[in-house]
């Protein structure tokens, strides 16, 4: 596969935007690639990443544990870095602990559970490989939820990650809605154009959150990680009403594209 020349421009804006402007700062991989998510996919900052510190133009260190492995990054002559990268490990260690994480994701279900009624859908069902009479044995997924509304039955995958959702998890939960019947649409805090687009081809829809969902009582984390990380997350009390109408406005515009 041809190297993807957006790396070179990657490259640069790095350089000149992130290290430069913050000498003295040590970084994270995925925390650089949410920075930069509304300007370039994650792979492709990590591919630049990796060979700026290749090329010897910044240093690179890996820290591995048995959940997680912490990719740092900092100019050269931050001969200091070692302090930030302990400061900045102990608090990704943190919100990156099993229990945490699986947590964020129940919460970010419970989110769009209570938000997604408001827009007119209502709840069918949880945790679902079954339905209509069809049941989905290819391989051990589920889908999140299927809610409904008009009569269009929608199967939906809920991703309150910093990450991307997996490409092929994101096809497998394509061919199960195509199987079951379903109308797909994924709510993710973020995805690149060609996953948004994908679904759009298979008749779905994305609904895009941009913040990371901690659960009520963690308000304080949330700022601290905002803070001193620049993460996108927030605590909020309920999704806000204009996420919910947007998907509300596609439900109503695919109805009028079929009744016509």
Not at 87 to 106: A, H, I, Y
């Amino acid at each position: 596969m041809p190297r993807d020349l957006k790396i070179d421009e990657v490259k640069e804006w790095l350089i000149s935007d992130l290290f430069t402007n913050d000498a003295g700062g040590v970084f994270y991989q995925r925390q650089i690639e949410v920075r930069y998510e509304r300007k370039f996919f994650h792979w492709i900052t990590g591919k630049a990443l990796n060979e700026l510190a290749e090329e010897g133009k910044i240093g690179a260190a890996t820290r591995k544990y048995p959940h997680i492995s912490i990719r740092f990054y900092w100019m050269r002559k931050n001969r200091y870095w070692t302090r930030r990268a302990n400061t900045v490990e102990k608090l990704v260690m943190r919100f990156s602990d099993p229990q945490f994480t699986n947590g964020l994701g129940r919460h970010g279900e419970t989110m769009f559970d209570a938000a997604l009624p408001r827009g007119g859908f209502m709840p069918c069902a949880k945790n679902v490989k079954a339905w209509n009479g069809k049941a989905w044995l290819k391989t051990d997924h589920d889908l999140d939820r299927v809610f409904t509304r008009d009569g269009v039955n929608y199967g939906i995958e809920i991703k309150n990650t910093l990450s991307y959702i997996d490409r092929f998890e994101m096809r497998t939960k394509l061919d199960m809605c195509d199987f079951l019947g379903l109308v797909p649409l994924f709510i993710m805090r973020m995805a690149p154009a060609s996953y948004i687009e994908e679904i759009r081809s298979r008749g779905g829809y994305s609904l895009i959150f941009e913040w990371q969902l901690y659960p009520f009582g963690y308000e304080k984390f949330a700022a601290e990680v905002r803070e001193q990380l620049g993460l996108k997350v927030d605590s909020p009390r309920a999704i806000q009403e204009g996420t919910i109408q947007r998907v509300a406005n596609w439900h109503e515009a695919r109805l009028r594209a079929k009744n016509k």
